[in-house]
C-alpha cells in the first residue's frame, strides 16, 4: 500500500463528478486504493472491478492537482501501465472544496473590455475593482448595444490558486454572483500575461486575460484565447487629499463604547474603520470641500468595504487634543453627490464622539463629558 501525500488529503471538486472527489490515505475515492507509486505515478486498484490503472497526478498549487490516467486493466507493472497514457490523454482538474483564498496576481482598479466571440465590448467600459480583502475582485461588466452576448452584470472573483507553467500563468478562482448556484458555475479558470512597454501593440494595456468557459483549465492555452477574453488597463487614480493633522497624527482612536476602531496610514491619506464584528471600512481622503483650521474640516472621501466601493462625505469637529466628532453621509457612485444634501445633511445626522487611545486621554473625556452635561 502507498499514501498520498498528507497535504492531498480532504475533498476536491472535479468537473462532471457529482461527488465531491476524497483523497485519505492510500485511497481516492473515485480511482480505488493505491499499490504502489514512482514520483507523480501512483498504481491504483479498483477493487469492485478487480482491475488496475496508471494514475500521473501533477500538483499545480496546494488548491490544485491534475491527472491524467489510463483505462483499467490487468495486473501489470506502473512503468509498463503507464506507457500506455498518450501525449494527448484528457487532463482532469481538481480544485480543493473550502479552500483558504490567495492574494489574486493583479489588483484593481482597471477599466477593462471583453469578448466572448461576437466582437469586443468597448463602450461604455467595464471596470475592475479592488476589495478590502486582497483575494477578491469586482468585475463590472457593461453592455455594449452593438455587441451580441454582451449584458451588465457584476461577478466577485475569489482568487484560490496561481501558478506558472512554462511561460504560461494560471489563476483558478471561484465567481459569484447572482446566477451561479453550483460549483460547475463557480469555479473558472484563467491565463493571464502582464505586459510590457515593449510589447507589439500595447496600447496603454496592463493584462490580457483568458477565462475558460467550464470549471476546468482545458484548451486553455494563451492570454488572447478562451471563452470570454479581457484587455485590462490601469485606471486613473482617485486624487488623493490628506486627513486634518490634528486627528490624524494620533493615528489610533475609538468611539466611547469601543465599538468603532478609526485608524490612519498612509501619511495620513487612508483611514481605516473597524468594528467588533470584523468588517472593516478602508476610507481614502479624496478632495477638501470646507477646512478651518484646527477645528473643523468637510472633506470628500472614498470607501471601500468587502467589495462594495464608493464615496460619501465626512466632516471632523476638533473638541479637545484627544476628543473629536464625526459625521459621515450615506454611500453615493459619484464624488460630485457626496456632500449634497441628499447624502450629506448635517442638521439630521448623528455625531460620533472619538476619543484617542493614549492613556491620559481619559481626563481629558471626562471633562469634555462633563461641559456637555454641564450646558445640557
Known amino acids: 500500500t502507498c499514501y498520498f501525500p498528507e497535504r492531498w488529503e480532504g475533498a476536491w471538486f472535479q468537473s462532471g463528478v457529482r461527488a465531491p472527489v476524497l483523497i485519505e490515505g492510500p485511497r481516492l475515492s473515485t480511482k480505488g486504493r493505491c499499490l504502489g507509486s514512482d514520483g507523480d505515478k501512483f498504481l491504483m486498484v479498483d477493487e469492485k ?6 494514475v500521473v497526478i501533477h500538483e499545480k498549487h ?29 487532463l482532469y482538474s481538481l480544485f480543493r472544496e473550502n479552500a483558504s483564498p490567495v492574494s489574486c496576481p493583479f489588483r484593481g482598479p482597471f477599466t477593462f473590455t471583453y469578448n466572448r466571440g461576437h466582437g469586443e465590448c468597448r463602450s461604455p467600459v467595464s ?62 479558470c484563467f491565463v493571464y500575461e502582464k505586459t510590457t512597454p515593449s510589447s507589439e501593440n500595447a496600447e496603454g494595456i496592463d493584462y490580457r486575460v483568458a477565462q475558460s468557459g467550464d470549471a476546468t483549465c482545458n484548451g ?28 490624524a497624527n494620533f493615528n489610533h482612536w475609538h468611539t466611547l463604547d469601543f465599538s468603532q476602531s478609526f485608524s490612519f496610514h498612509h501619511r495620513n491619506s487612508t483611514l481605516r474603520i473597524g468594528n467588533s464584528s470584523g468588517i472593516e471600512m478602508k476610507v481614502l481622503c479624496v478632495q477638501v470641500k470646507h477646512s478651518r ?14 467589495c ?51 492613556s491620559h486621554i481619559y481626563e481629558s473625556c471626562c471633562e469634555y463629558l462633563a461641559k456637555i452635561v454641564t450646558v445640557g
Open 49 to 54: 472491478r478487480a482491475c488496475y490503472r496508471c
Open 62 to 90: 496546494k488548491n490544485v492537482l491534475q491527472y491524467k490516467e489510463t483505462f483499467c486493466h490487468g495486473r501489470d507493472a506502473l512503468p509498463t501501465l503507464c506507457s500506455l497514457i498518450t501525449g494527448d490523454a484528457l
Open 127 to 188: 471596470n475592475i475593482d479592488t476589495c478590502t480583502e486582497d483575494s477578491k475582485l469586482l468585475l463590472s461588466y457593461q453592455a455594449c448595444p452593438d455587441i451580441y452576448g454582451s449584458e451588465s452584470t457584476v461577478e466577485e472573483l475569489q482568487c484560490l490558486a496561481s501558478w506558472k507553467e512554462g511561460s504560461v500563468r494560471y489563476l483558478v478562482g471561484q465567481i459569484h454572483h447572482h446566477h451561479v448556484t453550483s460549483n460547475e458555475d463557480r469555479f473558472r
Open 220 to 247: 486553455l492555452f494563451s492570454a488572447t484565447e478562451g471563452s470570454r477574453t479581457m484587455t485590462l488597463r490601469r485606471a486613473q487614480p482617485i486624487n488623493k487629499c490628506r486627513f486634518p493633522s490634528w486627528i
Open 293 to 306: 483650521e484646527e477645528e473643523h474640516v468637510v472633506l470628500v472621501t472614498h470607501f471601500t468595504m468587502g
Open 308 to 358: 462594495q466601493s464608493g464615496f460619501n462625505c465626512m466632516s471632523f469637529y476638533r473638541r479637545d487634543g484627544h476628543v473629536a466628532e464625526i459625521q459621515i453621509g450615506s454611500q453615493t457612485n459619484r464624488l460630485e453627490d457626496a456632500c449634497s444634501t441628499p447624502f450629506f445633511n448635517k442638521s439630521s445626522l448623528p455625531y460620533i464622539t472619538l476619543v484617542s487611545k493614549y
